[in-house]
């Protein structure tokens, strides 16, 4: 454990900074850490809402978690790490529940099967609700008295719980999208959207020669351990496409033989389109074989928007996409070196529980929706970079161990709390994967 | 429909009789039936009053399905057969609520895929109890205008809902077992049993030579078409051992090394061992090694009863068994003709909602728990009797395309709704399967 | 081995005495044993001579066997059960050979598994022909002491050698099936038949009532464990059809839908039939989708024989057929009762290496293709006969252990060693398996 | 095609220059290519000369191919890219082989299924090498006739056929290990090794800051495309081992729970050493659980060399050794920047037909063991380099196409034929797979 506030220390020493000076108007100063722990814990149950217990309960398939798993883990992890560990006289609420909630940290003991997770009915969604409510009272209790090593921790809780809310979003929205009925989750009025004027796709140059990216460790506020160290890197003359792919587009590429060109793939996303019959993103569907495409989202079926950005495809598709379009995906470091001018609490992220979805890029002349909207793939390995040391422990497991065989992802998406993404964030998944808010960004040589 | 009203009116014919005589007391000839209908739809109801809208969702494995799709199900049948085709005006109360429903009924279309049942967390729990009272309601209220086709597809409903009451209770069991909190369904007081005074086993000597077994058109009260035409068979010598095998001699088998000896288990049985590292009955468990067995069950996890029937085995356990034993299963023929002096409705068998379980053998002098308690697999086929014709149309799917790679069970077991069970009934399962409350009886030649 | 001893003796009993006839004539009293031994082992050889060393050593799926593993077996087996354990001062060749051409005698110990058989490349074809002639030498030579009970293992040898010479024959088949270019195995001129008359099916009374099937102790000649005991069984009115069904009806079949209309089919063949994309029997091929059949056979692809038996169906499709045609399948004891006025050495059977393959009926007024041609499938389980008991020791494995799952077949086939069949004959195969000869003889009820 | 022509004349470019030197010596100008295709073509028959007509058909799993189909599919390129599209008159020796050895250009049409190759007994291996000998006939005979770009093309299959040479020796090495009775290919002499003297392993300094790496168009010699373009790459401090890790050093990982402790391990590497009971290299055998390990070769099964590189290892196990050692691997960078300056035809690598093997690292002062022995596993993903484009036709189906999910090696092996390799080829791999001979060297931050 030693180990696991020894880096979460580590992490937290800017935001502390911050705080402290936030903490001269607040008096109270643990105020700034507090508050964002309520409003976080507050945020998750809000998310599911709206959901039966059925709902939270049922998992709708290996990769995905039941939204009620997420509401249990996230809570586990504060039990575990922060009120177990450091706060004395705490008891465990339900020792059994471990089992249940961890999700793969080795260190912590072996764990209920990943597939089977919606077989557990019980704890029941209410009672997993109580949970949260005694587990926020205690740490809320004993947050004052936490040094700042163990209030570093709470910080890694708090953006842990962040990940799961988005994954909680995109795995329900997966679980919904299983139901024949297609059930909206949130019902939401959504007019329909002026078609988008066909504008030629404009392109911005990006630096070259060397450039510095990565989190450094006197970086402000948060930062996991696979962000840095802060490095330079070399950018070939490129060009970063002005916004997202949208579906206008890419229905042009279906319409082109997208997906019976062999050409077009990759060897390995050939045979995964093969294999899984795959004609278009993954929530797409149609009445008829040559009918109109409409799209299932967090607010039920809809038309297609065709100046929305195209969301919820593989790796595999974005860069067959980007070959069709005689482009190529951009790097991390090219992606990273632009989106650093960018703000990235700006766009359309997640505030409130809602039918978030992506929006058009609006205005012109400049990049945008390089924040928010969707998660772009690149074209960089999700590797270690130069001198990356994973922290030793449990917490040593969050990242490291998941460099092998998965793509970086920047940018966060639509439901991407807003505050928890940056421009040197890595974001990783396997290049099959599409159940999140993922699309794509065109780049070109120059 | 019209082939489907022959063939119920056919089993229906003499139960109408029977219903006939009752009327003379009840004065409105459909009391019974509309009583029996409204018994039997009460107590699917009841039997899942102790789940929350999660456990009534969730699906365990393909085999098994979901409490609530259950609850649906059979409420699907009625509004489909009953309703939709013989009353006039009734208006289906969510028509695409058919594809979720049906099971494997070819004709009525396209269905929801069987191993996805888990992931329709809507329609919710409350809402299904609330179409099976919008169906009740219109049943009951058209009942008495129904001629003797249609009773007879109601009488057909009512049984159909009686074998997924069963289905439901050890769906949900499974489902319970793979909890590692392994919660009771409904609470009881178990009194420890004494132990089974070590007596040897007894034998009763079988009819020999020709019988008549199977289901005669004018035998008495309804009966599934598999179970006739009535015809002759031929017994040789045999003994039916007086009971079922106990979970005292099924601890001797094991301790014997019955799941570690090639030589005891069928080849298909013996790669099934292999492959699924079986060492014990379903739901048999100990916390170490060599620690004693204890059985989890509907009201939850408690020490194994010695004198109680062994129960939630396969049928290559129960061949193996016999095979160490020195016996073997008896043949269908053998045990129905046996079961035919013995009271159906007699035993330990399903009346209310709770933790029922099977019982120890009481008594002594006679065959006993032919009835009830556990299924007893036989070491005969599930193929059709000499002149067996399905009925044509979506009902001809009922028994007849199973007729193939399933053993034949008799006896009912204590889950079997009393009255739903007789000599001639044939249930059938395939080799491997063991969730159900399956049993062994021994035979031997004489 | 005293057991297997037992048992092969018991089984040798009769075709003993006939021997001693025949060793009248003969003067040596072994000479018939003798002179069959050596025969069959040569015709084996005979049966691999169009084949190179790969063509001998390639699996083309795990239900078949490469040609040279069934080469080695069968010696493996002499040398194991009859030198190895009676013929004094006997050396086994390679001791390591035991692990790689035992099949499943669990009793024997741990063994190559078996869908690898296909990476043996070495030994090489031309050292198991020589192995084959060095244990036919040292055979040969000790064959002249052995007392009956070691002569009836030989015997069994003999018999376990013709079943290996079918399998090898079907396997090749199947092996050349896969490849491309579908290259013949024997060439052999094949006239293009007559069209046969189109006629209609004749059917002829089987006997009803009670009737002898299975095969007695004192039965003469050769016979396996599971043909007997010998026993009474049920009849009831019936008719079958004169011949085996045609390459002609069967495409009727086709045109009718047979293979896309899931009423005609068993649940378990619709599944079947769906996940692998059945829609003709195994060896059928046709350039493009709506062109005439053509068939894939020991002497290469040729124009279908209308009318020809149809060959290579499975269980599932048999049975669906028989519904089509509003028949059904005969039970195994019809077809006994039926198979035992007939000589079970005539017909269209293996009596020497060559492209064999099943002919028209031939001739009238008589039930025809009672042996040979194919395997008739019948309506009845591979289970065991009343009084069933399988020899102790690894002999017993022969046949008791696979009582489980499969169908049985009757009469043989056009690969079936002439003299190898009888009446009582219990061939087995799994529900879905169709690489044999199988055909169907349809039955009805009358 | 045309594409193909012009890509291949570029890559032949400077290796005409070379020749066209050589020419001045040896009169007829096209004698550098014309006896570099002799002697290419004349090694892969000796590779095979060991191999029966089985030995040469058996694929041991889908990733391997037969040595019969290396044979051909090399022949198949010739054939099809230089012969049939620019020999006049050339007539392609049996059309239909050409979907038979196809290996994955989907330009050229469909394929027999990669995971049959083993059921192709026919052509048999005589059949191969005569249509070697006629193709081999047919291109000396029309090479002095051919321009720049078609003599390009046969460069580009003699480099074509080098690799399939390594892949033939590695795919028979994984059949032999298949057979129980570990035959050997090739008898060799191997005395027993000294054992290495325990000197602690030294590390020298790579360059750093901006390096070229790549392969430049105006290079010498031939080059694959994906090798290029030469570019910046940006090195931070770091050593690289002396030599590769020995066998001696891969027990002490195995001895110090290497194989059991997840925390060394990629999660996708721990689910793959669980999955496959993963417990050493991939050829390493003992005859008993704490026994002496023993490895099998192709000169049979030997005794561990401990000084020895250790081989056949996956990219995940060279990844875990790296971090128990305290280590990591090299990136593709770190390593191209230090092999630049050995000698790539050093080293022990594949000269002439037999049992090559790594071996030991001699000598000291200097880094050692550049070029073959084994393949270099590196921390780096195959993707493509910043301006890479791949030829269009299909011949750009060579390398850009699986530029995904798998990782680089560098250096060569012992199987590599001496003259293929330099600093910039790029070898690939999945990260579990480890058929070839691959080993690691350890590099550190500095």
Redesign the interface.
């Known amino acids: 454990m030693a180990a696991l506030i020894r880096w979460a220390a580590m992490a937290f020493r800017r935001s502390e900074a911050v705080e402290q000076a936030e903490a001269v108007e607040q008096v109270r100063p643990q105020a700034g850490l507090a508050s964002r722990y309520t409003a976080t814990r507050a945020l998750s149950v809000a998310l599911a809402a709206p959901l ?7 998992q ?1 398939m290996p990769d995905a978690s039941p939204a ?1 798993w997420h509401l249990a883990h996230t809570t586990w992890f504060f039990e575990t790490f922060v009120l177990r560990d450091h706060a004395p006289g705490y008891c465990v609420h339900d020792p ?1 529940w471990a ?2 909630f961890n999700s ?1 940290y ?2 912590e003991g072996p764990r ?1 099967p990943r597939p ?1 997770r ?8 209410s009672e997993i609700v109580e949970w949260r409510s005694f587990v926020d009272y205690a740490l809320t209790v004993a947050l004052p008295a936490f040094d700042a090593p163990v209030r570093a921790l709470v910080e890694l809780g708090i953006q842990h719980e962040q990940q799961h809310q988005e994954l909680l979003l995109t795995d329900i929205l997966n ?1 919904f999208a ?4 297609l ?1 909206p989750i949130w019902d939401a009025a959504r007019a329909s959207a002026p078609a988008p004027s066909p504008q030629p796709l404009r392109w911005f140059a990006g630096r070259e020669g ?1 450039v510095e990216i990565g989190r450094d460790q006197s970086d402000q506020g948060f930062g996991f351990d696979c962000e840095g160290p802060r ?4 950018l ?1 003359p490129h060009l970063l496409a002005e916004r997202l792919v949208t579906n206008a587009e890419w229905q042009d590429f279906i319409a082109d033989g997208g997906y019976v060109r ?2 077009l ?6 045979a995964w389109v093969q294999a899984n019959a795959i004609d278009a993103p993954l929530y797409w569907r149609r009445a008829e074989p040559r009918g109109p495409w409409r799209s299932f989202a967090l607010d039920g079926l809809h038309s297609l928007r065709d100046g929305d950005p195209v969301t919820h495809i593989s ?2 598709e974005a ?1 067959a996409f980007a070959r069709w379009a005689g482009a190529r995906l951009p790097t991390e470091a090219e992606w990273e070196s632009a989106g650093a001018n960018h703000d990235p609490a700006a766009g359309n992220q997640l505030d409130a529980a809602g039918a978030v979805r992506p929006l058009a890029a609006e205005g012109d002349g400049a990049l945008r929706q390089m924040f928010g909207d969707a998660w772009e793939w690149t ?3 999700y ?2 970079y ?2 990356f040391r994973p922290a030793a422990g449990a917490v ?2 969050y990242n490291g ?5 998965q793509m970086v992802l920047k940018g966060g998406s639509c439901a991407t709390p807003r505050g928890h993404v940056r421009a040197s964030y890595r974001n990783f998944f396997y ?1 099959h994967q599409r159940w999140q808010f993922t699309g794509v960004r065109l780049a070109r ?1 120059r």
């Open positions: 039966s217990d059925a709902d939270a309960t049922a709708s009620k059994r089992h249940l793969y080795e260190a209920h089977h919606g077989l557990l009915t019980r704890p029941s969604l679980l299983a139901n024949p009925l059930p060397l490095h330079a890197a070399l070939t062999p050409q793939w990759l060897s390995d996303g050939w790796y595999y860069d074209a960089s390995a590797h270690p130069p001198g040593g497991e161990k998941f460099m092998s065989g290049p040589d």
